[in-house]
């Protein structure tokens, strides 16, 4: 089992940035595939980041590639997102998850997930 906590999300105006956090416990963190997915109210959760366990491969969403960053620090089990030039078609509840077997963009390979943090980001 893995547990996932996320934190860093808040309120921001257009252009701003911020960092989300996501802390993983319960299983080798080193060996995990992470991934960033977010959902606006009314809409289908979809994908905006992933890293593969040891960090150097990532993948992005087309609407996120160029303004966020995702990175993995093994020796502090979480991983990050850093969020710049953000626009209000941003604001959603941000979601961590976690997975043992491979890099994914899907969500149902995802095993582990997190409560999510809300990002509201003001015109």
């Known amino acids: 089992q893995v547990q996932l906590v996320e934190s860093g999300g808040g309120l921001v105006q257009a252009g701003g940035s911020l960092r989300l956090s996501c802390v993983a416990s319960g299983q080798t963190f080193s060996r995990l595939f992470m991934g960033w997915f977010r959902q606006a109210a009314g809409k289908e959760r979809e994908f905006v980041a992933a890293i593969n366990w040891s960090g150097p491969v990532t993948r992005y969403a087309n609407s996120v590639n160029g303004r966020f960053t995702i990175s993995k620090d093994n020796a502090k089990n979480t991983v990050y997102l850093q969020m710049n030039s953000l626009k209000p078609e941003d604001t959603a509840v941000y979601y961590c998850?976690?997975?043992?077997?491979?890099?994914?963009?899907?969500?149902?390979?995802?095993?582990?997930w997190g409560q999510g943090t809300q990002v509201t980001v003001s015109s």
């Open positions: 998850a976690a997975d043992s077997d491979m890099l994914a963009t899907a969500q149902r390979a995802y095993e582990y």
